[in-house]
């Protein structure tokens, strides 16, 4: 999809998402119910369709695209509150071509990522973009023919938020990173599994570095897993990554691993839920351990 055809088939992409809700749930008040959810995010939706008209830039796009949604999410959002689960019937009864409208909902959420991508560019983006693509891929893959429909509605729910969140940390990385006045820079957490965090380096000095750490596995019962952190400097020398192992919730790193990066660790691990920073050290090469 691209700036020219958004107009006409984005909105439409994204509106098989309020339908695959409006399927798996059923209203108060019956159709008077439907009524008072459904207009107000049908007109939103005409509002934001002549954003198109005025773009003219990169910041432009991720506008009109992040508005409409936003629409989306907070409707999805709404109904789901207010209404009760419906799950009757097959994904493929409701929508015979099921399987084309999941991969025009995708190629719509793609092109979210890759406006809000264009418009706040960032070096963590060679860990970002292509996680966020697999993993709407995985939840936008061809349903069965047998998939019930709360299955669907909760796949769908899933990747329409998680693109909304992907617009949203881009945009706080970027604005972090290059923006005086701002409040220190926090962790940016996406589906639980990667954080990232980009300190103010305004004057680009490249003393400055940015992290992400992707979580490749993580068993929850255990607290044993696997992931990666990423470590990005401002200028042009290569993204430097590091394993990192989790024993018991606590991460080990390679000894050549300096203490700031292991203390950045320690920090997206808290920030992620999964341990509490102030519980472990961050300068040893073994796991670190509790005080």
């Not at 938020?161 to 990173?177: G, M």
């Not at 394993?243 to 990066?261: G, N």
């Amino acid at each position: 999809m691209d700036v020219s055809s958004a107009p006409a088939r984005y909105a439409e992409a994204l509106l098989f998402a309020a339908e695959v809700v409006d399927a798996a749930t059923r209203p108060p008040h019956g159709d008077h119910g439907e009524e008072v959810l459904r207009d107000p995010y049908a007109q939103k939706l005409l509002r934001h369709q002549s954003d198109w008209s005025w773009c003219d830039n990169r910041q432009d796009v991720d506008l009109a695209a992040g508005g409409a949604l936003r629409a989306t999410v907070e409707y999805v959002a709404r109904r789901h509150a207010t209404a009760l689960p419906d799950h009757t019937g097959r994904a493929a009864e409701h929508w015979p071509d099921v399987d084309d409208r999941l991969a025009r909902l995708a190629s719509a959420l793609r092109f979210a990522a890759e406006a809000a991508e264009q418009a706040w560019p960032h070096r963590l983006g060679q860990v970002l973009a292509p996680w966020v693509r697999q993993r709407l891929a995985g939840l936008l893959a061809t349903t069965g023919r047998a998939e019930g429909l709360g299955s669907l509605d909760a796949r769908v729910r899933r990747a329409i938020v998680l693109a909304w969140q992907y617009r949203s940390v881009r945009h706080e990385l970027f604005a972090d990173h290059h923006w005086q006045g701002r409040p220190p820079a926090p962790w940016w957490c996406l589906d639980g599994t990667i954080a990232a965090r980009s300190p103010f380096d305004g004057y680009a000095t490249g003393q400055v570095p940015s992290y992400a750490l992707h979580l490749t596995h993580l068993d929850h019962t255990t607290g044993q897993g696997e992931g990666e952190l990423t470590v990005a400097h401002s200028g042009t020398a290569p993204l430097t990554s590091y394993p990192v192992t989790i024993t018991h919730r606590a991460p080990t790193l390679t000894a050549d691993v300096e203490a700031v990066h292991r203390a950045a660790v320690a920090d997206a691990l808290s920030a992620l839920g999964l341990t509490h920073a102030e519980d472990w050290g961050s300068t040893s090469s073994e796991p670190l351990d509790r005080c």
